[in-house]
């Protein structure tokens, strides 16, 4: 079988991993990276050993397919471009920059019967297939996603930067469509919101609050759910999952209060019995895979089977869907101070357009 001709759009922070990446996956032949600034172009072209291009224009002819990692203000125009000659497209979260154009590169992937992937990467972590696979039916979802602030994805506030991963992640286990948002945030030190939070209500009956902000002083990534089965708890960073779940005494037997009240009760031994034989506590350690090597290869897996995406452009609007309500809720709830000021918590974010969820 033939390589596979693949190309980058797009590498800088992000895309020089997407095209050293490809460059090195078995089955790929990348044929080149195109990149606005002359010598980053160059010096990952170098690297990769493939040839560096100006514009995207020029790797038309020349692709099978495309990864695409610019700025989001950019991602319909050259998602266009390649959907348009029936090129694959993998294209970084978010879709798009609004719910619209996401929605347009949804319908032109229709039109021309193309794949669109979208880099929803946390969904290839293997905490997160880890908690996935074991809590079938969530009734509670708590995610926090903390980062220092670093002076990328400036055109985009927190919600599409940051929390879209978790709303992607919460959409994704409780397969089911938001109802409600309540939300507020701040902006902090940028022209968008830095921190926020969320309320999701699903159709389901599931309830997800999700804590995202890139002013924070270190990095955490965490998803906390609750389900018939028990509790789980996943560290995304260091891929350290803990799982919860009831004994067989406590299912079947009173609850510990009601044991509390026996004469014989042992108040000092039930407590330190709790964690362990009163709820099994379980700590696993999943394989550290890359997650963006298991994304880029799924891309490749499905342009040579015809498969679907794990994460298709569908899943891609949908997240745009509730981030863009998120917008909408944050922005209706201001908080209102004398201060006065370009930034900080008093900055009126700009109101989001076409939302869809209330």
């Known amino acids: 079988m033939s390589l596979l001709k693949l ?19 078995q089955g790929v032949d990348l044929v080149g990276v195109a990149e606005v ?41 050259v998602a266009e471009k390649f959907i348009s000659r029936k090129l694959p497209v993998m294209v970084e979260k978010p879709l798009a920059a609004s719910y619209e154009e ?13 794949l669109v992937q979208v880099g929803h990467i946390e969904r290839f972590n293997p905490a997160f297939r880890k908690v996935a696979d074991s809590c079938s039916t969530p009734k509670y979802i708590r995610c926090e996603r903390l980062a220092p602030f670093t002076f990328r994805s400036t055109d985009i506030g927190v919600i599409h930067d940051l929390m879209i991963h978790d709303i992607d992640l919460a959409l994704a286990l409780t397969n089911s469509s938001v109802l409600k948002v309540e939300a507020f945030g701040a902006s902090v030190v940028s022209d968008h ?13 599931c309830i997800a ?22 509790s789980f708890s996943a560290d995304l960073t260091t891929r350290e999952v803990s799982i919860f779940k009831p004994g067989e005494t406590l299912k079947h037997g009173p609850s510990l209060p009601e044991r509390a009240k026996r004469p014989d009760a042992d108040i ?36 040579n ?11 891609g609007l949908a997240a745009m869907e509730v981030a863009e309500a998120v917008h909408k809720s944050v922005n209706r709830h201001q908080w209102e ?12 974010i700009p109101a989001a357009q076409g939302l869809r969820v209330a």
């Open 7 to 25: 190309g980058v759009v797009g590498v800088g922070a992000l895309g020089r991993h997407h095209a050293r990446i490809l460059s090195e996956m």
């Open 37 to 77: 600034n002359p010598e980053q172009g160059q010096a990952i072209a170098t690297a990769c050993n493939t040839t560096w291009y100006a514009d995207p224009d020029e790797l038309l002819d020349k692709v099978d397919a495309v990864s695409i990692v610019v700025p989001s203000i950019y991602h319909l125009d």
């Open 102 to 114: 996401a929605a347009r590169i949804v319908a032109l992937s229709e039109k021309h019967h193309c």
């Open 193 to 205: 919101e830095d921190c926020a939070q969320a309320r999701l209500y699903f159709e389901n009956g």
């Open 209 to 230: 609050d999700l804590s995202a902000s890139r002013i924070h002083p270190e990095p955490s990534r965490t998803l906390h759910c609750w389900g018939y089965e028990g």
């Open 268 to 303: 000092e031994q039930m407590k330190q019995d709790i964690f362990g034989k009163q709820i099994g506590v379980e700590k696993i350690v999943v394989p550290q895979i890359d997650a963006l090597t298991a994304e880029l290869q799924n891309f490749v897996d499905c342009i």
């Open 305 to 315: 089977t015809g498969a679907q995406p794990v994460v298709d452009a569908q899943a």
């Open 337 to 348: 101070g004398s201060a006065h000021g370009p930034v900080g918590p008093h900055f009126e």
